[in-house]
Structure formats: C-alpha cells, structure tokens
C-alpha cells in the first residue's frame, strides 16, 4: 500500500499547460480548484487547538459515508441481488482503510490544515500511485477510493451543490480551475470576483465556454489532468488567445503579457470605432448583426458593441441561475428589459432550453443515458406544459414592447412546432379573456439545430416568420461530434461541406418561401467562416457582443458576389480542411488585422 503522501508539488518554477483557447483575454490571480465531483477544497491553516475538532468532524463524516454506503449496498441487494450489492463491499473497504485514515490525521496534526484539504490531499497521493502500478486489481482499487472521497467530501462540506455556493461567495478575486464547469455554475459565478476560468474538459461550443465569452473572462479548456498538479491558492495566468495556464508565472512573464495586453487594448480601440458603422458588404449586401444574451448583466455589453439588437436570449440561464423557477412576472420583468434594451432593434426570446448539459435539480430531468438525445428544448416544454405556458404568458405580455419575437429550440419536425403554436395561440386567446396586455403582433421562429429540420426546412419555412440557425448543435448532430468533449474536438468542423450543404437547403428554403434566416451558433463569430455564411446569403449573423465589431468588420470588408463563389466551390469540396484553407486565405486576405 502506498504510504506517507506528499503535497501536489506547487512549482517555484513557471510551468506551463496548453489547452484550448475560448475566450480572449489575459488574467492574473490565486487560482481556486473545483473538483470533478463540484468540490471546492480551499487549504486553510488551523490552530493546534483545532486538531481534534477537525479529527471528529472527519469521524463523523466517515460515520455518515458508512451508514450511506451500507443502506444503499442493503436497498440494492433487496432489489436487484447479493452478487450486484457486493461491490459497495470494496466501498467500504476502501472507506476504512486504517492507513489511510491514520494518514489523513497525522497530516493535520503535522502540518495544521484542515481535514478536508488533508484528506483530499492523502486520497489523490494514494490513487495516484495506485494506478502507477499498472495493474487491473489496484485501478479498480483506485477507483473505488475515489468515488467514496467524494461522498466523504460531501458529507465533510455539508451540503450538495457547494460548488455553487462557494463560487457565489468567493472574496477574493481569483482564477477558477474545474474539471468541469456546469453551465449554470458559470451562470452563478461572480463576475468582480472571477478573473477567469480554466477547465480539463469542454470544447469552444461548450455551454461554459460560450457563457464565458458572454461574461468577457479569459478561459482555457481541454486543460487535461492538470489539476493536482498544483496546490490552490498558487498564482497563475490564464492567457485566453493561445490557450495556456501558466503556473508559477515569472516576473518577466507578466511583463510581456502586460504589454500584449496593450496591443490588443489598442485593436479593441480601432474596432470601437465601427459601433455605429452598419455591416454591408463592399457590393451593399447588408447583414444584421445581433447579439446572443444569456443574462441582464450582459446587456451594457451589447450596447458598447454596437449590436442590432438581440438575436438569442437564452431565456434558460434565468433557470439555471436558482434553485426555483421564476414566476411569470420575474421572467415579464426581465423580458420587458431586454426589450427596452433592444430597441429600435428587435430581441428574439428563445423558449426554455435545457436538457443536455443544462440542468438543476429543480427541472426534474431524470439521469439519461444520452442526454443530448433526450429530454432537450422543445421537448421539455411540451413535457412540461405548466412552465411553458408560464414562460409563454411573460414573452406575450412584455410584446407590449413592440420588438418581441419568439423562438423554438430543438425542433425536429412539424408536429412540435404545430403543438408549439398551438399552446402559443391558446395562451394568447386567455391573455386576451382576461384583458392582460399583450403584443399585437410577435413573430415567431424556430432554431435549425438538428440535421431533421434542416432537410424539411421548406416544410417548416410555411409555418414560421423566421429560422435561426443553431450551429453549435447542428454541427455536432450532423457531425455526431459531442459538442462539449475535448478528445473530438478536432473532428468538430464547421466548414464541412456536410454542413455547408444543409446550411444551403435552410437558406434556400427560407428565402424561397419569403422569410428571413439567420446563424446564432458559435460559427457566426468566426470571422474566418463569415465569407462563408454570408456567401451563402445568411440575412443576420448573431454573436456573443464581443466578438461583434469584428464580424462586422469582416462583412464590411467582403464582396458578396465573390464570397458566393468561394461557398460554391467549397460545397463541392471533397473536405473541411481544404475549405477552412480557402476561407482562410480569403479572410487574411481581406482582414488580415482581425485574426
Ligand atoms: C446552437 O445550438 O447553436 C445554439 C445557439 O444553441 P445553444 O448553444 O444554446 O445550444
Ligand atoms: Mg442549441
């Protein structure tokens, strides 16, 4: 068995991991780790007299992880049989390993932390030299005493979803680094007290990394199996443009990011400078640009960057924010907000959208095995009636507003949209019985994100005033790329002709049938696919607010007629990489600065 365990070796000397960048940007600050498991295990130093308090609570907690373990082991040997429960039997073994245990205590006499960074401590130094081993038996071994540290975690912390508590209450500003951050973990975080985020999984689509572009902190993902590398509290320096988290960043190392900063400050200021410049093509091809807004803090960003309006509300961040759903006046009011923000431009509210990776307990969405597949956008709220009447009733009464539109996610065939507006129309004819203000008129669309509604878009193009594409989950539907998993994002290609061609069946469709089409997903702040988009006759492009004057930079410098020639060839192109190498040429060409 291995013994005595060392600290994660905090380096003295720089070190530096490479993930992938999502969010530009540059920060500098103690770093805060947060577990797999959504732990956050702080190191604390205590007093001697504290010893023995630590020690009981560490007791109790192992009391509690038992009798847990043991009605679970007694609840599945009733159920399903005495062979399946036996396993919770190396649970508990693991959970009583005396060494261990005798292991964890000395080091909070010896080294006066607390029990929790102690035991956090002696768990990842044992599994970590268990699996050195090599050997079937002792990974298995490994694995078990990780699954039960984190119950004892959780039983020593007191509560679930501490993570979001913590992330909530931090003083002082620090740099997070997660194994994973759940979306609505980055929808709870601090915005003066987080300087930026690392992770060791997601992808530049994943729902975190897209919030963190909408907050504006630097963030790096794809970090692999880098936490424990280090201990909290260490300084590091996230830098958002080449993807790294530096650990341990020397002087001089600041200093050179210091000045990079500049420069980029002083592109920020030329780009300023388009806010009130519209987006038309050399040839007068004219793009809305619109932005995608998840919460009402995002809003003084979207007016410094000049957005026409917003093109995405993802109304379910206000879901995920809290532990209940909001009432109808909360969601009017916050609507009503948006609204007024917008004008003279218009705001699109899209419908709940959760399921996949967005979930809270309080939404009832049971553990599925392919979540992506499951209980997702338009399906929850027909499943959930109740809550989508609610929402539907705040969209139509902040309509008053004049510049409401509405928008279904997830839709994969006509039934859902018919059934959409069906509960739309009933909503409407109660708001009018019972003399509620509402809009008079509210346009209503769909997201094109699953590759169904896509190929019967001229279908679905006689029954809606709009279409948006959504490209995060189009691509990876299409591409069957999970959308969020970092060992295939290099598979994750946007300039497919896969999808390309479907991008080309719902334009044409649209506009054969007189409605306009615009790109919310992540592509439309790409500026080396927007000869792309518009080329493929795209009527607006919504993006994050930040990333808008360089979008409208690029159009501003495109000529219409070429680029429609560029995506015809790349339609018939045999690959992504030779199209993302032609509008890449185009785009250095063109723009070169932006890039
Ligand atoms: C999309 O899928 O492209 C989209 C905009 O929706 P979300 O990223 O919220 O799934
Ligand atoms: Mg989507």
């Given at each position: 068995?291995p ?25 500098c ?20 007299e ?6 009981t ?8 992880t038992?009798?847990?373990?043991q009605t ?15 396993i919770?039997?190396?649970h508990?073994l ?5 060494s ?16 929790d960074?102690a ?10 030299k ?66 930026g ?12 990394a ?19 590398k280090?201990?909290p509290?260490v ?19 600041k ?22 410049t ?7 091809r ?10 009402l803090?995002d ?8 957005a ?5 509300l993802?109304?379910e961040?206000?879901?995920l ?12 009011d916050?609507y ?37 597949l ?12 109740d ?10 009464r ?9 928008m ?6 006509l ?11 009933e909503?409407?004819a ?10 008079d ?6 997201m094109?994100?699953?590759p169904?509604?896509?190929l019967i878009a001229?279908?679905?193009a ?10 995060n989950d189009l ?16 598979m ?7 999808v ?37 006759g ?25 680029a429609r ?10 690959s ?11 785009a250095q ?7």
């Amino acid at each position: 068995m291995p013994e005595e365990p060392s600290d994660s070796p905090t380096p003295t000397t720089e070190t530096r991991y490479k993930g992938t960048a999502v969010s530009p940007g540059i920060a500098c600050g103690p770093i805060i780790l947060l577990y797999a498991d959504e732990h956050i295990v702080r190191k604390r130093r205590i007093r001697p007299e504290d010893v023995s308090g630590e020690i009981t609570r560490f007791e109790a907690a192992l009391l509690k992880t038992h009798q847990q373990i043991q009605t679970i082991r007694n609840q599945l040997a009733s159920s399903i049989g005495e062979a399946e429960a036996s396993i919770f039997d190396a649970h508990i073994l693991s959970l009583e390993d005396s060494s261990l245990i005798e292991s964890v205590k000395e080091q909070v006499q010896s080294r006066l932390v607390n029990i929790d960074f102690a035991y956090e401590q002696v768990v990842r130094s044992y599994t970590r030299k268990m699996k050195e081993l090599d050997d079937d038996y002792f990974r298995e071994r490994a694995a078990d005493f990780i699954d039960v540290s984190h119950r004892v975690l959780r039983n020593l912390q007191g509560s679930q979803g501490q993570s979001q508590q913590e992330l909530q209450n931090l003083d002082t500003p620090s740099i997070i680094l997660a194994h994973d951050l759940t979306p609505s973990d980055t929808a709870g975080l601090d915005r003066k007290m987080v300087l930026g985020i690392a992770t060791e999984v997601g992808s530049r689509v994943s729902h975190s990394a897209i919030m963190a572009r909408s907050l504006n902190l630097p963030a790096v993902v794809g970090l692999r199996e880098v936490i424990g590398k280090f201990e909290p509290g260490v300084e590091v320096l996230i830098d958002g443009y080449e993807g790294l988290l530096i650990v341990a960043p020397t002087e001089q190392t600041k200093f050179e990011y210091g000045q990079r900063e500049k420069q980029q400050h002083d592109v920020e200021i030329k780009l300023d400078a388009l806010r009130e410049t519209l987006p038309v093509t050399v040839d007068q091809r004219r793009i809305i640009v619109s932005a995608n807004v998840e919460i009402l803090e995002d809003l003084p960003l979207v007016q410094e960057h000049g957005a026409e309006g917003i093109g995405l509300l993802r109304t379910e961040y206000l879901f995920l924010n809290q532990d209940e759903f909001p009432t109808e006046e909360q969601q009017m009011d916050v609507y009503r907000q948006m609204a007024q923000a917008s004008k003279p431009h218009h705001v699109i509210i899209r419908t709940l959208d959760v399921g996949g990776d967005k979930k809270r307990p309080h939404l009832g969405i049971e553990v599925e095995e392919n979540p992506f597949l499951g209980f997702r956008g338009i399906r929850y709220s027909l499943g959930r009636q109740d809550l989508f009447r609610t929402q539907l009733r705040a969209i139509c009464r902040a309509g008053t507003e004049g510049n409401v539109r509405i928008m279904f996610p997830m839709i994969s065939d006509l039934r859902e949209l018919k059934e959409g507006r069906r509960i739309l129309d009933e909503v409407r004819a109660d708001l009018r019985r019972e003399n509620v203000p509402q809009g008079d008129k509210l346009e209503v669309g769909v997201m094109i994100e699953v590759p169904s509604a896509a190929l019967i878009a001229d279908i679905l193009a006689r029954h809606v005033d709009f279409f948006s594409v959504g490209s995060n989950d189009l691509i990876q539907y299409t591409l069957a790329i999970d959308r969020g998993n970092e060992k295939v994002a290099g598979m994750y290609q946007p300039a497919h002709p896969a999808v390309l061609r479907l991008l080309q069946t719902v334009v044409e469709a649209a506009h054969r049938n007189k409605i306009w089409v615009g790109v919310c997903g992540e592509m439309a702040a790409d500026v080396v696919l927007t000869p792309a988009l518009v080329g493929l006759g795209v009527d607006e492009l919504s993006t994050g607010a930040v990333s808008i004057p360089r979008v409208k930079r690029a159009i501003q410098a495109l000529n219409f007629e070429e680029a429609r020639q560029v995506v015809s060839r790349c339609i018939l192109n045999e690959s992504a990489e030779q199209n993302q190498a032609e509008l890449l040429q185009m785009a250095q060409r063109l723009y070169p600065e932006i890039l």
